[in-house]
């Protein structure tokens, strides 16, 4: 079975949730047209990664000016479940196309946050949910971490799908934890834009004998609006480079990595490429030693079919 997918590498309308759902749509119009059946959005895509914020935080004192900014970036965090879901779920249904969606997800009605991945069928809407399980630095002031029950996977018409986010993807159990729920098409939104992150996609696709879909934005600080300036002073003009990848199993570059502007990467993905790169390693298989390693992943649910 092939499958067209579209990494998209584009940059949100900075915490402005309606604004950057209607770019979503826009986007997810236009790859649709094209006969793409899956798209990926980056890391906190709705409504923006807070790059170079530190909210006002330091060890043993926050700002009244960090809890406002922190609070605005809630109130354009998307709630679930709600009306942000059910808009989402019938974009996927008009351009019937799945859809893996990069947020920032509140509590309601006054929650916590979560660094999100949302995967949303266009038959079967919302799928699940995988939540960021440990953020990455001072990303813990911000988001909360998650358990083993957000470690997700869905058996769908196009393939078996999961994925981790960011850092999330230097973790060996983690990444183990996905494949042994047979993971064929793996998903990776980032905010990493250094020209390594290509390296880690290429060995998590070489290790799992999977596809890697690597999602990330291209963002500059003149598209932080005028009010959050005063935050980036300090930061480099061209702040994300984007990065956005997709490899084959067998560890070959199918597309990008895409550089320094704003686009898409489209690729067909042939499904039986995963079963002829098993020949000679299978994480899971042939090349396990089951006699010697055991994981145990607490709460990880079993795979879930549409």
Known sequence: ?????????????????????????????TYAKQGCQLLVFPESFVPGYPR????????????????????????????????DITRLERLAK?????????????????????????????TKG???????????????????????????????KIGVLGGLICWENYMPLARMAMYQKGVEIYLAPTADARD??????????LEGRCFVLGCNQYFT????????????????ENLCRGGSIIVSPLGKVLAGPLFDTAGALVAELDLEDIQRSKLDF??????????IFQLKVTGQPETKSE
């Open 94 to 122: 008009k351009e019937k196309v799945y859809l893996v969606i990069g947020v920032t997800e509140k509590q309601a009605p006054r929650g916590s946050l979560y660094c999100s991945m949302l995967y949303i069928s266009p």
């Open 221 to 236: 600080k003149g598209m932080y609006p005028n009010k959050y300036q005063s935050y980036v002073q300090a930061e480099p």
């Open 196 to 205: 390594q992150w290509a390296a880690t996609m290429q060995h998590i696709a």
């Open 282 to 291: 299978d994480v899971i298989g042939h090349y396990a030693r089951n006699d």
């Open 52 to 83: 170079g914020f530190d909210f006002g935080a330091k060890i043993g004192s926050r700002s009244e000016e960090g809890r406002q900014l922190f609070a605005e970036f809630a109130a354009n965090s998307v709630v679930i479940p709600g009306d």
């Open 1 to 29: 079975m092939k499958v067209k997918v579209a990494v998209i590498q584009e940059s949100p309308v900075f915490f402005n949730k309606e604004k950057t759902l209607k770019k979503l749509e826009a986007l997810t119009a």
């Open 126 to 156: 919302l799928l699940g949910i995988h939540r960021k399980i440990k953020p990455t630095g001072t990303e813990r002031l911000v988001w909360a971490e998650a358990a083993g029950e957000s470690l997700v996977s869905f058996k769908t």
